[in-house]
């Protein structure tokens, strides 16, 4: 059985020929549900973090605003918004306003490939892996720009770290995300999910799929500046690293990139290692595979996305900080020669045809 | 090593060193001049063997016009304790540091220069330790006045 | 005088050349006196080379209340007051060491109830103490859930010592001649439950934080301190023996009961802020076992031998007394004309002291190492300022 895929991009180029106006109604109201649909995730996701922190640490976290605190984060938000936004005096003010935005960019670019069922997708490029990876890597020029256009030492550091931390681990992730297209022979992000039919690639692929997916993962998590790999805020060490001059919305627009990061790398490693929006199937099991079709693919989806979402906040609330240059150590020493080592392997079952339900 | 045993010891190193009254721990008065091979030789002689400057600080004594600087010196492997008096003139308060001893005079002596105004010759980095720089006077003084001041109740 | 006074900026704006052979520039941080990780208002001027420090200069006095010339406008009895906002985490132990040094001068008598109740109390927060360090350790180093850990435990001895003495940190306890109250008739049955509670509990902690491999890189040879130069630089308690120097006042001068029972003093072996952990880890434990032996054998007797107004009167001299608190060795060195307040008390301080050995420990390192090895001093700021 092969699912169609419908993407968002196609559809309105359905419309065009019929009326221009529809077609560009239609954009504007996907520009508007895509907008919505971030703030709402970001939202959700702090809220979540929260509670998932507290419960880790043994308290309830916020239980006023609403029941069980639900709208904690919306209160924070307005709060957010109302606050005085400060440039500082000394600040280069242009790229200190324009940090941010970047930051916030770089996440709504990779937004548009996320396959989350086959007809919710913006546009399926055919080279939707190389996007991805390309565009997540503008955030880290928001970063540096931020700290950089504080003009304060402390933000400068932070910055500096977070560049030589997420352009190191890019390089690991990049490795490990190319041994998912070599066995799945596609670049397109939609087609890596059709690949995954017959099962997940972290398991079809004789423990190659497995190493990738936890390179993936740290790599990711570091990418994203989460515990273990927070150096660049640091608020130990650096009271807030890159945006320690940041206030109000511009603070916010950090944080929600933040999280909505963590929600992109959590979809992007489901889509990647766990078969997206594919229900679980095996192999040829037709009764099996029948009954995980009952579930529907965007419900698939949210699933997987919310489990790695919920091991990356795990590993915040369990884990200390790496120091800069065991950080360092880590990506150059460890996952990179493993990555190396591995794709080589995955090249060799690829040519092989030695992995689980080989076409 | 017990009180007169110690107090006989440290004299047959220092001659002129002399019993000082009303302590509670062996205390021995030593000229300023003679502070700084005192104490190195306290710290290196091995039946002595005072490596740990415990404190020190400065007493005022207004009445007699002099500052009393105690050094409290122990003995950690031996476990005894030594007192060092060392009297300095109110005005001209300049005494030996012992910083090349004990590293952590530096800081006590600081202190002790923050607080009574005492001046450590040879001090590598002699400021105020809790004051700000341009402060004016040293206040465990007993003459020092300023307009926030407690009054002692009587 | 020829004696030459240095300024801060003096001592800041020296020359400064990075030595690493690539054209770089060295340039000063101030840390603090607002900073997450100073622990309230230290501050430290960073010189630094990229994340490298190369030198550490502290500069104090952000909290400085002239609590010594305090005293010498009170009885001795508000001087006991006054300790309690020094190093506040163990109150009780500041408390004691000018009961201390007050009774010895004075000839005041005490009983063994008053010493049981007193060695408890203090043992107790000295396990107290620990577990608020042990969480702040851990937020240092970047993970949140020990701080909430640490401090849900350390809630149950506050709550013990709320029953008892009124007070969750500034006790205000232990007085000259007695303890303030009687123990609550609830204290025995409350310790004996916490004792079992925070027993199951330290597993977790190891789970937590010692058994972590982050935890143990950021760690093991971090912020080394040899014995000799620990000595020298006037380090005492954790930070002393985590040295290999095994220098406890309560035992090697026991006071209190603490001749009456047995326990072990941990000591590390390189003096890195591994074996600084690893110290208090362990001290914890023996403050437990201390605890367990005293809590079922508190004798009989009055809790207060003097009468609470009465004016306490010492002979003049120099006295001096110390105790060992959970950061170290607190000496209350009191020079008395003979009236009814001190003519001159002076407190050597165990934070003063260990905090002097930063500049040592941490030059060389990352700007993580100096939090670590800052944390693992466990400096407490009122306690070095006074």
Same mark, same amino acid.
């Not at chain 1, 904690?72 to 500082?88: F, G, S, Y």
């Not at chain 2, 007699?64 to 060092?84: I, N």
């Not at chain 2, 009297?87 to 002790?112: G, H, M, N, Q």
């Not at chain 2, 607080?115 to 001090?123: E, N, S, V």
């Given at each position: 059985?092969?699912?169609?895929?419908?993407?968002?991009?196609?559809?309105?180029?359905?419309?065009?020929?019929?009326?221009?106006?529809?077609?560009?109604?239609?954009?504007?109201?996907?520009?508007?549900?895509?907008?919505?649909?971030?703030?709402?995730?970001?939202?959700?996701?702090?809220?979540?973090?929260?509670?998932?922190?507290?419960?880790?640490?043994?308290? =309830? $976290?916020? /239980? #006023?605003? &609403?029941?069980?605190?639900?709208?904690?984060?919306?209160?924070?938000? !307005?709060? @957010? *918004?109302?606050?005085?936004?400060?440039?500082?005096?000394?600040?280069?003010?242009?790229?200190?306003?324009?940090?941010?935005?970047?930051?916030?960019?770089?996440?709504?670019?990779?937004?548009?490939?996320?396959?989350?069922?086959?007809?919710?997708?913006?546009?399926?490029?055919?080279?939707?892996?190389?996007?991805?990876?390309?565009?997540?890597?503008?955030?880290?020029?928001?970063?540096?720009?931020?700290?950089?256009?504080?003009?304060?030492?402390?933000?400068? =550091? $932070?910055? /500096? #770290?977070? &560049?030589?931390?997420?352009?190191?681990?890019?390089?690991?992730?990049? !490795?490990? @995300? *190319?041994?998912?297209?070599?066995?799945?022979?596609?670049?397109?992000?939609?087609?890596?999910?059709?690949?995954?039919?017959?099962?997940?690639?972290?398991?079809?692929?004789?423990?190659?799929?497995?190493?990738?997916?936890?390179?993936?993962?740290?790599?990711?998590?570091?990418?994203?500046?989460?515990?273990?790999?927070?150096?660049?805020?640091?608020?130990?060490?650096?009271?807030?690293?890159?945006?320690?001059?940041?206030?109000?919305?511009?603070?916010?627009?950090?944080?929600?990139?933040?999280?909505?990061?963590?929600?992109?790398?959590?979809?992007?490693?489901?889509? !990647?290692? @766990?078969?997206?929006?594919?229900?679980?199937?095996?192999?040829?099991?037709?009764?099996?595979?029948?009954?995980?079709?009952?579930?529907?693919?965007?419900?698939?989806?949210?699933?997987?996305?919310?489990?790695?979402?919920?091991?990356?906040?795990?590993?915040?609330?369990?884990?200390?900080?790496?120091?800069?240059?065991?950080?360092?150590?880590?990506?150059?020493?460890?996952?990179?020669?493993?990555?190396?080592?591995?794709?080589?392997?995955?090249?060799?079952?690829?040519?092989?045809?030695?992995?689980?339900?080989?076409? | 090593?017990?009180?007169?045993?110690?107090?006989?010891?440290?004299?047959?190193?220092?001659?002129?060193?002399?019993?000082?009254?009303?302590?509670?721990?062996?205390?021995?008065?030593?000229?300023?001049?003679?502070?700084?091979?005192?104490?190195?030789?306290?710290?290196?002689?091995?039946?002595?063997?005072?490596?740990?400057?415990?404190?020190?600080?400065?007493?005022?004594?207004?009445?007699?016009?002099?500052?009393?600087?105690?050094?409290?010196?122990?003995?950690?492997?031996?476990?005894?304790?030594?007192?060092?008096?060392?009297?300095?003139?109110?005005?001209?308060?300049?005494?030996?540091?012992?910083?090349?001893?004990?590293?952590?005079?530096?800081?006590?002596?600081?202190?002790?220069?923050?607080?009574?105004?005492?001046?450590?010759?040879?001090?590598?980095?002699?400021?105020?330790?809790?004051?700000?720089?341009?402060?004016?006077?040293?206040?465990?003084?007993?003459?020092?006045?300023?307009?926030?001041?407690?009054?002692?109740?009587? | 005088?020829?004696?030459?006074?240095?300024?801060?900026?003096?001592?800041?704006?020296?020359?400064?050349?990075?030595?690493?052979?690539?054209?770089?520039?060295?340039?000063?941080?101030?840390?603090?006196?607002?900073?997450?990780?100073?622990?309230?208002?230290?501050?430290?001027?960073?010189?630094?080379?990229?994340?490298?420090?190369?030198?550490?200069?502290?500069?104090?006095?952000?909290?400085?209340?002239?609590?010594?010339?305090?005293?010498?406008?009170?009885?001795?009895?508000?001087?006991?007051?006054?300790?309690?906002?020094?190093?506040?985490?163990?109150?009780?132990?500041?408390?004691?060491?000018?009961?201390?040094?007050?009774?010895?001068?004075?000839?005041?008598?005490?009983?063994?109830?008053?010493?049981?109740?007193?060695?408890?109390?203090?043992?107790?927060?000295?396990?107290?103490?620990?577990?608020?360090?042990?969480?702040?350790?851990?937020?240092?180093?970047?993970?949140?859930?020990?701080?909430?850990?640490?401090?849900?435990?350390?809630?149950?001895?506050?709550?013990?010592?709320?029953?008892?003495?009124?007070?969750?940190?500034?006790?205000?306890?232990?007085?000259?001649?007695?303890?303030?109250?009687?123990?609550?008739?609830?204290?025995?049955?409350?310790?004996?439950?916490?004792?079992?509670?925070?027993?199951?509990?330290?597993?977790?902690?190891?789970?937590?934080?010692?058994?972590?491999?982050?935890?143990?890189?950021?760690?093991?040879?971090?912020?080394?301190?040899?014995?000799?130069?620990?000595?020298?630089?006037?380090?005492?308690?954790?930070?002393?023996?985590?040295?290999?120097?095994?220098?406890?006042?309560?035992?090697?001068?026991?006071?209190?009961?603490?001749?009456?029972?047995?326990?072990?003093?941990?000591?590390?072996?390189?003096?890195?802020?591994?074996?600084?952990?690893?110290?208090?880890?362990?001290?914890?434990?023996?403050?437990?076992?201390?605890?367990?032996?005293?809590?079922?054998?508190?004798?009989?007797?009055?809790?207060?031998?003097?009468?609470?107004?009465?004016?306490?009167?010492?002979?003049?001299?120099?006295?001096?007394?110390?105790?060992?608190?959970?950061?170290?060795?607190?000496?209350?060195?009191?020079?008395?004309?003979?009236?009814?307040?001190?003519?001159?008390?002076?407190?050597?301080?165990?934070?003063?002291?260990?905090?002097?050995?930063?500049?040592?420990?941490?030059?060389?390192?990352?700007?993580?190492?100096?939090?670590?090895?800052?944390?693992?001093?466990?400096?407490?700021?009122?306690?070095?300022?006074?």
């Amino acid at each position: 059985m092969s699912w169609p895929v419908k993407t968002i991009a196609e559809r309105t180029g359905d419309l065009l020929p019929g009326s221009p106006w529809t077609a560009s109604v239609y954009v504007l109201l996907t520009i508007l549900a895509v907008t919505a649909f971030m703030t709402v995730t970001g939202l959700v996701l702090i809220y979540a973090e929260r509670k998932i922190a507290a419960h880790f640490q043994c308290r =309830l $976290g916020p /239980m #006023r605003v &609403g029941w069980h605190g639900v709208l904690q984060t919306i209160a924070d938000a !307005l709060k @957010l *918004l109302l606050k005085e936004d400060i440039v500082p005096r000394d600040a280069d003010a242009l790229l200190h306003i324009l940090a941010p935005v970047l930051s916030f960019a770089g996440m709504l670019l990779v937004m548009i490939a996320l396959p989350m069922s086959p007809s919710l997708q913006v546009a399926d490029m055919n080279i939707g892996v190389l996007y991805v990876t390309a565009v997540s890597g503008l955030g880290v020029l928001g970063i540096l720009l931020g700290g950089w256009s504080s003009n304060n030492k402390w933000s400068l =550091l $932070g910055a /500096m #770290r977070a &560049g030589a931390q997420i352009i190191s681990y890019e390089v690991s992730a990049t !490795l490990a @995300l *190319l041994v998912v297209v070599l066995f799945s022979g596609t670049l397109q992000l939609s087609g890596i999910v059709q690949s995954q039919e017959a099962g997940w690639w972290i398991w079809r692929a004789h423990g190659c799929g497995i190493v990738a997916f936890a390179i993936f993962l740290i790599a990711g998590t570091a990418e994203i500046n989460r515990t273990p790999f927070d150096l660049a805020e640091g608020e130990s060490e650096l009271t807030a690293g890159f945006h320690t001059e940041y206030s109000g919305l511009r603070f916010s627009f950090f944080f929600l990139s933040e999280f909505l990061n963590m929600f992109v790398l959590a979809a992007m490693t489901s889509t !990647l290692f @766990l078969g997206g929006w594919m229900p679980l199937h095996i192999g040829h099991f037709a009764v099996f595979n029948g009954v995980m079709d009952i579930i529907p693919p965007g419900l698939w989806f949210t699933l997987k996305t919310t489990a790695m979402i919920f091991l990356i906040m795990w590993f915040r609330w369990t884990f200390p900080r790496l120091r800069v240059d065991q950080l360092m150590r880590l990506e150059w020493k460890i996952l990179l020669p493993i990555g190396f080592v591995n794709l080589f392997v995955s090249a060799a079952c690829v040519v092989t045809g030695c992995y689980f339900f080989a076409r | 090593m017990e009180a007169p045993n110690l107090i006989a010891a440290v004299q047959a190193l220092q001659p002129d060193a002399t019993v000082r009254a009303q302590s509670d721990r062996p205390t021995l008065i030593v000229p300023a001049h003679a502070l700084v091979a005192l104490a190195t030789r306290l710290r290196d002689d091995p039946a002595l063997r005072f490596d740990l400057l415990e404190t020190h600080t400065a007493v005022d004594w207004l009445d007699e016009d002099r500052l009393e600087l105690l050094y409290l010196l122990t003995s950690v492997p031996l476990g005894h304790h030594l007192t060092l008096s060392v009297s300095v003139d109110r005005d001209a308060p300049v005494v030996p540091t012992l910083c090349k001893v004990y590293p952590i005079a530096e800081w006590l002596e600081r202190e002790a220069y923050d607080m009574f105004g005492i001046l450590y010759d040879d001090h590598p980095d002699l400021r105020r330790l809790f004051l700000e720089d341009d402060w004016v006077g040293f206040p465990l003084r007993k003459d020092y006045e300023d307009d926030f001041m407690l009054e002692r109740p009587e | 005088m020829s004696v030459h006074v240095s300024t801060l900026q003096a001592r800041i704006s020296g020359e400064s050349t990075a030595s690493s052979p690539l054209s770089t520039e060295e340039y000063f941080v101030n840390m603090g006196p607002q900073h997450p990780s100073t622990h309230g208002v230290l501050r430290l001027v960073l010189r630094l080379d990229g994340e490298t420090v190369r030198e550490v200069v502290p500069v104090l006095g952000y909290i400085h209340r002239g609590i010594e010339k305090m005293g010498e406008h009170g009885n001795y009895r508000q001087f006991v007051h006054l300790v309690d906002r020094m190093d506040y985490l163990s109150a009780l132990a500041n408390n004691w060491a000018v009961t201390m040094v007050v009774e010895k001068a004075a000839k005041m008598e005490t009983n063994d109830r008053i010493q049981a109740i007193r060695t408890l109390v203090c043992e107790l927060q000295r396990i107290q103490s620990h577990q608020l360090w042990w969480g702040v350790f851990g937020m240092d180093l970047g993970a949140f859930t020990p701080f909430f850990y640490g401090l849900r435990d350390r809630e149950q001895i506050c709550d013990i010592f709320e029953k008892t003495i009124g007070a969750r940190l500034t006790m205000n306890y232990i007085q000259p001649g007695g303890v303030m109250y009687d123990i609550h008739p609830d204290f025995v049955k409350d310790v004996k439950a916490f004792l079992t509670y925070f027993k199951s509990k330290m597993p977790e902690y190891d789970a937590l934080m010692t058994e972590n491999v982050i935890i143990q890189e950021r760690l093991r040879g971090i912020g080394k301190l040899s014995a000799e130069r620990a000595i020298a630089l006037g380090a005492t308690g954790p930070v002393l023996r985590a040295s290999g120097v095994a220098h406890d006042l309560r035992k090697s001068e026991p006071y209190g009961l603490y001749s009456q029972v047995d326990f072990d003093v941990p000591v590390g072996t390189t003096g890195d802020c591994w074996d600084r952990y690893w110290v208090r880890m362990e001290e914890m434990r023996q403050s437990v076992r201390i605890v367990e032996q005293l809590i079922d054998n508190i004798p009989e007797g009055k809790t207060f031998l003097v009468k609470p107004a009465a004016k306490i009167k010492v002979p003049a001299g120099v006295h001096y007394s110390h105790v060992e608190t959970a950061r170290g060795v607190l000496g209350v060195l009191l020079v008395s004309n003979g009236k009814d307040a001190p003519y001159r008390i002076h407190c050597r301080t165990p934070n003063f002291n260990n905090l002097w050995c930063i500049g040592e420990m941490a030059t060389g390192g990352r700007i993580g190492d100096l939090v670590a090895t800052l944390s693992s001093i466990d400096i407490v700021v009122p306690d070095i300022d006074r």
